[in-house]
């Protein structure tokens, strides 16, 4: 092997940034106290409890006051450059999605990614990054070097993305910041890119959970009905507010005994100035506070057992594993997740606690797409749960508004509408709601329409506060996973949202024999001014959470069905998803897809928005068009399904094989009976 030239790679580098006028700090120089914080925290490059020690450390910082961290990592070998796998990606995970130390240590691209991300998980103030790597060799008495930049940010998953190729520093300079960063902020991930990633994230999340959740359950021995709201208040506490409240640090807790200082009362003062600086009104904070002091106070869990509370254990957990993935995961229903987890021991049959089941995230996205929600939606949902719907619709409405409108300026006011004016939920469970609020906080709305009230007696269709309060919520869309349980199976939220709307779109996902007959009189009642478009028959989308067959039903807001009216009824049963129900695994093994998921789900949308002629994965058995009555009881795929009774050449040609194979069977038996006589 040939002899490394590692220093002297170093050495030019850094002659390279004081050219340019460039600050930076070597390996074992301090930058500053939150990202030495991080390299401690974050696991070294050889996957040891170590220090992290990147080669080369500094800032770029633009007009703006955009200050942006610079991990430099430097090797001096041929071929220590990058590893990368066959589709072009950074290789710094396994197959198995463990981090691979072997190439992080070796290669000077994945080490500097591997200080990068550490940086954009473990810190607040930094959550985008660029990561160079850079590497030098001898080749017939020359230097040659090779330079690899890359960008990485919360906002984009902690997708590396290259930026360009460069042959020297000189792009950091100052006069070359404003290129730099236009190139930056056009590194758009691609759909499958964002997809992947977001499955990712949901498989750290629920593997770290259930892991969470057993320690819970079998160390600490912290009831069920707890650690919903135990949970959730910590990571409100560990989140603080920028510039005004310190995010919750686990040595602030220290276990005193006082009425007024123990480790409950820490949490819930954190709590409270973390609800005072986001503005959240008076009655809703005192509401949360009332609920999660229940926990946090009036539990035992504040007292310590050798000097040590079970809240101080139970933080440790969501501090170091919880709240990296949390902040990083943009755009998810986290505390959807956070619930279905966190209730896999609730085992109440008669409780309304069952009739909680919250929807999955690529539900929810399916449901919206089929809304056809855009930057111009106002969307609601009447039993909210953790405000899955709204997320999604969220994402599309920004990603629309990003994609249409030119000036920076109208785009930051569109989103900012978005976020505050157009989504509107109702949740009636207070703990449900809390795990919304904590959703939309998330989201950056401030969770400004999540109203805790019961939609089918107290919400009258109005905003409820702010400078709209008083005033008609003019959705277009409506999104509606309801308890089952309610009249109608839950179309009796149906009914009561749709008689408050004008037009538009209404997504269902509800308990399928609701429209054969279980649902009246509501769905007979929803057809004197509201259009069926569409019936889906789904696949088993809540296994081990609820026994239920469900459909989704689409409809045209506003416009009476007609019995001459096509309807789409499509069977999708087969969603390309192989699921399984293991306690103690992850996303990765209990939701597999086997069968061309991704593509099966864009048919559907394009099947119900655009008609047949887009069938590709689906059969023209699995989907069928025909009208309906208007009794409201014929709305299932099962009903319209053709059955062919008439046989065919084919079908006589296989009972003539199956019978013949049957007869030289028989007479093979009896030979062999035959043979074995004496």
Not at 15 to 20: E, M, N, S, V
Not at 252 to 270: F, P, R, T
Request: proline share 3%.
């Amino acid at each position: 092997m040939s002899k490394s030239i590692e220093e002297k790679i170093e050495d030019l580098a850094k002659r390279q940034l004081d050219k340019i006028g460039v600050k930076y700090f070597s390996k074992t120089n301090f930058i500053n106290p939150e990202i030495e914080d991080a390299m401690k925290k974050a696991p070294s490059k050889n996957g040891g409890t170590g220090k992290n020690y990147p080669d080369i450390k500094a800032f770029i910082e633009t007009r703006n006051m955009r200050k942006i961290p610079v991990m430099i990592e430097v090797k001096g070998r041929k071929g220590d450059f990058i590893k990368v796998n066959a589709n072009g990606e950074i290789e710094n995970k396994t197959k198995e999605g463990k981090p691979n130390y072997k190439n992080i240590e070796r290669y000077a691209v994945n080490g500097a990614i591997h200080y990068a991300d550490a940086i954009a998980q473990y810190t607040e103030s930094y959550k985008e990054v660029i990561a160079i790597g850079i590497n030098g060799y001898e080749e017939a008495n020359e230097i040659k070097t090779e330079l690899g930049v890359y960008y990485m940010s919360a906002d984009n998953f902690l997708i590396p993305k290259k930026i360009e190729d460069y042959s020297d520093l000189s792009f950091l300079q100052n006069s070359n910041l404003n290129n730099l960063i236009e190139k930056i902020d056009n590194l758009n991930l691609t759909d499958e890119e964002i997809e992947e990633k977001a499955k990712e994230f949901e498989n750290d999340i629920e593997k770290k959970l259930k892991s969470l959740n057993q320690k819970m359950q079998d160390d600490l021995k912290i009831s069920v009905g707890s650690r919903v709201e135990l949970v959730t208040g910590m990571i409100m506490a560990g989140l603080g507010v920028e510039n005004k409240v310190a995010p919750l640090e686990i040595s602030d807790l220290k276990g005193e005994m006082g009425e007024k200082s123990n480790d409950g009362y820490v949490i819930i003062n954190k709590i409270e100035s973390f609800f005072s600086e986001r503005n959240l009104p008076k009655e809703k904070k005192e509401m949360i506070i009332n609920d999660l002091s229940r926990v946090f106070i009036y539990s035992d869990l504040w007292k310590t057992v050798n000097g040590e509370s079970k809240l101080k254990s139970v933080y440790t957990s969501v501090k170091n594993d919880i709240m990296p993935i949390f902040t990083s995961a943009k755009h998810l229903d986290f505390t959807g997740k956070l619930f279905n987890v966190l209730n896999a021991w609730v085992d109440i049959p008669d409780s309304d606690k069952n009739d909680v089941v919250l929807t999955p995230r690529y539900v929810t996205e399916l449901m919206a797409r089929l809304a056809e929600v855009d930057k111009d939606s106002y969307v609601w949902d009447y039993a909210v749960g953790s405000a899955g719907f709204l997320i999604s619709s969220m994402k599309l409405m920004i990603k629309d508004a990003e994609e249409r409108i030119k000036s920076p300026k109208e785009k930051s006011e569109k989103i900012s509408k978005i976020k505050y004016e157009q989504l509107l939920g109702i949740e009636k469970r207070s703990d449900i709601y809390l795990l919304a609020v904590l959703n939309m906080i998330l989201m950056g709305d401030g969770s400004s329409n999540i109203i805790h009230k019961d939609s089918l007696k107290e919400y009258t269709g109005q905003y409820e506060q702010g400078d709209l309060n008083g005033t008609d919520f003019p959705a277009n869309v409506f999104l509606l996973n309801p308890p089952y349980s309610a009249d109608g199976k839950g179309f009796v939220f149906v009914e009561k949202a749709l008689s408050k709307m004008k037009g538009g779109k209404a997504v269902i996902l509800i308990q399928e024999n609701a429209g054969s007959g279980n649902g009246l009189p509501y769905t007979k009642n929803l057809l004197e001014n509201n259009t069926l478009l569409a019936s889906i028959h789904m696949a088993d989308i809540f296994r081990g959470k609820a026994g239920v067959q469900t459909a989704i039903y689409v409809f045209e807001i506003g416009k009476k069905h007609k019995e001459k009216h096509i309807v789409k009824f499509i069977d999708f049963s087969n969603d390309g998803y192989t699921r399984q129900n293991r306690r103690k695994s992850g996303q990765d093994v209990n939701l597999r897809n086997t069968d061309n998921a991704i593509e099966r789900y864009n048919e559907i949308v394009n099947l119900v928005l655009y008609g047949k002629q887009y069938l590709q994965y689906f059969t023209e058995d699995e989907y069928i068009e025909d009208t309906i009555t208007l009794n409201g009881d014929d709305w299932t795929f099962s009903q319209h399904k053709k059955i062919n009774t008439n046989p065919t050449e084919e079908d006589f040609k296989n009972t003539v094989k199956e019978f013949l194979a049957w007869k030289v069977g028989e007479v093979l038996k009896e030979e062999n009976n035959c043979l074995g006589k004496k």
